[in-house]
């Protein structure tokens, strides 16, 4: 069954979020904070490695700590420094948001601490603007608490014969080059990508095509039927829970149902 809704609805309201991928991870990251906001609960928002400055929250800049639950806007962005460069914002280290996630977030005897209002959405890799993300050995940076990871790609290229230009880091993508992103590409794809890393099983996985306020580009129903898609389950390794989504990451319109 096809479900609509917001982005957060579409993580079934998970309380630490990774994106990963290419093609909208922060406007996702944005929209999800807005979202959250919105509800009345406090967001979170940091990134991994490294992002354009977002002020549309309160910032707090801290290597090592994350920011305090005092809030005005109930909306915070917390990064390490500024790339001199770029000026881009660096995100704390992985080791340092793990350690904040396990201070608010643990569970002790199957439930969740008095700080659990606090949502935390978590930018996990970088991709030069790029369409299609493929990863080095270091990369994702996913926090070992993330309930839900979110792999973003850019769902207008469905239909299109993929070219270097369009990857991020197409040296781990050779294999892909050249061929028509449909659902057989979108299988081999996710069976290479941390989605199906044993190190990331224990974590619900949603795989997002973002459409890009495109229209509806890709039949999500026709999609999850296709024998590709439904060959997954078959996976020697594969999460506990994935979901694929198509929608309009922007504006937070999303359509989406259960693979398992």
């Known amino acids: 069954m096809i479900r609509r809704g917001s ?24 929209r999800l904070g ?3 906001q919105t509800s009345g609960q406090e967001a979170v928002l940091t990134t991994t490695t490294k992002v354009w400055p977002f002020l549309e929250a309160d910032v707090w800049r801290s290597p090592d700590l994350p920011p305090p639950r005092v809030n005005s806007t109930g909306l915070w962005f917390w990064y390490a420094q500024e790339e001199t460069e770029s000026g881009k914002w660096l995100g704390p280290e992985i080791g340092i948001i ?4 396990s201070d608010f977030l643990l569970y002790e005897g199957g439930s969740r601490d008095k700080n659990s209002s606090r949502v935390w959405v978590i930018e996990g890799d970088g991709a030069k603007e790029k369409s299609l993300k493929f990863w080095a050995g270091h990369e994702p940076q996913i926090p070992s608490r993330t309930e839900c990871a979110i792999l973003v790609m850019d769902g207008s290229l469905w239909g299109k014969r993929l070219s270097a230009a369009e990857m ?7 294999a892909f080059q050249g061929r028509v992103f449909a659902a057989e590409f979108i299988r081999e794809y996710l069976l290479t ?3 199906f890393s044993p190190g990331y099983a224990h974590m619900s996985w949603v795989i997002v095509l973002n459409e890009k306020g495109l229209g509806e580009l890709v039949g999500l129903g026709d999609l999850i039927e296709n024998e590709n898609i439904t060959g997954l389950y078959q996976a020697h390794q594969r999460p506990g829970h994935l979901r694929l989504a198509a929608g309009d990451c922007r504006s937070g319109e999303m359509r989406w149902a259960e693979l398992w």
């Open 34 to 36: 807005h979202e959250i």
């Open 7 to 30: 982005l957060w609805e579409m993580t079934g309201h998970a309380r630490v979020i990774t994106l990963i991928g290419a093609g909208g991870k922060t406007t996702s990251l944005q």
């Open 168 to 174: 991020h880091r197409p040296e781990y993508g050779r």
């Open 98 to 101: 793990d350690q904040a996630l």
């Open 193 to 195: 990508s941390p989605a």
